[in-house]
């Protein structure tokens, strides 16, 4: 093998291994937040190699990635608001240093922080298992109107898509075929 062959070897050899080094599969939580990736991008690449998101939130919170910060990127993701709670409020439970910062009204006001609505948040973080009663004091404290006669209202279930006897040129649902001709 000559020499320029040895040379295009070792070069496609080094791309691919260059490759794999930066694709998703390989990455880790703790090293994509030392490379100073966005937590958005973090979050993606873990979900991407398959990772469950409390795993990937622990990880990210044990290498000391800030708990509202987590919480936006999940929300800018569009990741269900209920689980991003459940699993912060699970893995923060599991790690007492970081309780004080996973309060439900704490990461509700994350959560507004993030673009969502107050209503939405409380209805969320009772969807993740919330207490009614702090849910109701964060939602006064945030200047919510009302608070104190909030009511969990869980999501129903979808509704009819279609709605028979609506505007079109045919027969409506409760139509009848005109009457028969009288025959001779």
């Known amino acids: 093998m000559g020499k320029l062959a040895k040379a295009t070897v070792v070069v496609a050899i080094i791309l691919a291994m260059g490759a794999l080094a930066n694709s998703p599969s390989h990455a880790t939580v703790a090293g994509d937040i030392k490379a100073g ?22 990880q990210a919170l044990a290498a000391k990635a800030d708990v509202c910060s987590l919480e936006k990127a999940a929300v800018a993701l569009k990741l269900d608001l209920p689980q991003i709670f459940k699993t912060l409020s699970d893995v923060c ?19 507004v922080a993030a673009g969502i609505d107050q209503l939405t ?25 009302d608070a104190d006669t909030y009511a969990y ?4 279930p979808p509704g009819p898509t279609f709605i028979p006897g609506g505007g079109g040129g045919g027969p409506g649902p409760h139509s009848f075929p005109p009457p028969a001709s009288p025959t001779s």
């Open 37 to 58: 990736l966005p937590l958005q991008q973090v979050i993606t690449n873990g979900l991407a190699a398959g990772m469950p998101l409390d795993a990937i939130m622990d």
């Open 93 to 111: 439970t599991a790690n007492p240093n970081l309780a004080p910062t996973c309060t439900p009204c704490s990461l509700m006001n994350c959560a």
């Open 121 to 145: 948040a409380a209805n969320a973080i009772m969807a993740a298992g919330g207490n009614l009663q702090q849910v109701k004091d964060c939602l006064a404290s945030m200047g919510y109107p």
């Open 153 to 156: 209202s869980p999501p129903g």
